[in-house]
């Protein structure tokens, strides 16, 4: 009797596990066959070892090295639920992010596609992705964020007051920063109230749901995110309104895309503007795609300076001396804070060095060829960005934090912080805006010792140190 249920067990096993791997050579894409690499398990793929080398401090360098030795610069695997080819190198940089407009489109994930909803501009290709780029280029660029720069410096220095004498979580507090001057900059919100704790709640619950798993049942991540997107669209929507009726004006972002861009309904002719959830849409996709990434870098800099005393020292030189040739003691102003060359190169290091967005994602859009490979159309493919700014040819030592390797003017495409080519980062000149503001007031005003030497990395899309950078400060 016994034998026989052993028997019955391994049958239905053998059967599972057979049709486990059925299912897993149908569902690939056949053409890849002539891709070197492997698919790994079935459904699982390869991904339990690319999340575990995720979290580890050289994050998914070491799979990408592997694989690379044992494939070449390109190569197939399964990971996070995708059949994928990974590139790196110059030519694949070239195709994927300079290539010919309609070559490929970005590849969300489904929970980031449904959250974003379809007007989004990482939604969109061609002309209507140029046209909404266009939208967004005025207000982000040097000139658009001067009006920005007073709650940003203000916000900073009041942000740093709270930090001696307690343990700080740095990313927490980045994160804090970091929001409150994208909401003040889209819709006027004022950094503290009842409207930034709503505004705070709603955008935590969306950005977590960004790349949760797919089910949208009441309690994942999801549906969560699904509704605090809605709450978010209604606080939108009740401004916009007001803001139609004459009332509540303010030069923010809203109000200039309202103003120039939008048209109150749908189905109107189309003259080219905006309706209300294409505007909203668009709105949420500054606020995710511009939060954590800021976050981040923000965090990882104040963290390569603790470990770097020599780079900090050369960075508190410039802001000391920036300080020391200001009348009067006023505060910082805007031409000084556009003028900090060896700042800017502690940002690109640091973005090189964290690189925060290790892979850049894209979905075959037609067939064509990068590195004697015959890429199909519908096929998803990554740029390997830690590998290109892990490049020894380029960045000697790269592990080492160096700020002096943007001394010189580095070849394209061999540093990609802010992306390149048509889908380069719209929001680089805040990010630098505001890390530079803060940086100013913490080199000036503080020292901080670190109160955790833990390396590793949290298994998210943005790479975060796991564990927030606990630090102590004290005044200088
Ligand atoms: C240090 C901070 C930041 C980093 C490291 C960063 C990095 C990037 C990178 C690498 C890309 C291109 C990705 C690709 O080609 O797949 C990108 C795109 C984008 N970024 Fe940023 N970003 C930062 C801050 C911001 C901010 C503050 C905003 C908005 C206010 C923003 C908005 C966007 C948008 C909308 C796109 C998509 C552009 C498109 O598809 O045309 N980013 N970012």
Known sequence: MELSICLILALVLTFIVSAFFLLHSWASPKEMSIIPGNLGWPIVGESLSFISEFSSPSGIYSFMRRRQQRYGKVFKTSVLGRFTVFLTGKEASKMLLGGKDGMVSLNLFYTGQQVLGPTSLLQTTGEAHKRLRRLIAEPLSVDGLKKYFHFINNLAVQTLEQWPGRTVLVHDEASTFTLKVIG????????????????????????????????KIPGTAFHNGIKARDRMYAMLDSTISRRRNGNGYQQDFLESLIRKHSKEAEGKDDDGKLTDSQLKDNILTLLIAGHDTTTAALTWLIKFLEENPTVLEQLREEHMEIQANREGGANLTWSEVNNMPYTTKVINETLRRATILPWYSRKAAQDFEIDGYKIKKGWSLNLDVVSIHNDPEVFPNPQKFDPSRFDEPLKPYSFLGFGSGQRMCPGNNLAKLEISVFIHHLVCGYKWRALDRDDSVRPTLVRMPRSKYPIVVEPL
Do not use: H, W
């Not at 889209?186 to 798993?213: V, Y």
């Open 184 to 215: 003040n900059m889209i819709m006027s919100l004022e950094p503290t109230g009842e409207e930034q704790e709503r505004f705070r709640a709603n955008f935590k619950i969306i950005s977590s749901s960004f790349a949760s798993l797919p089910f």
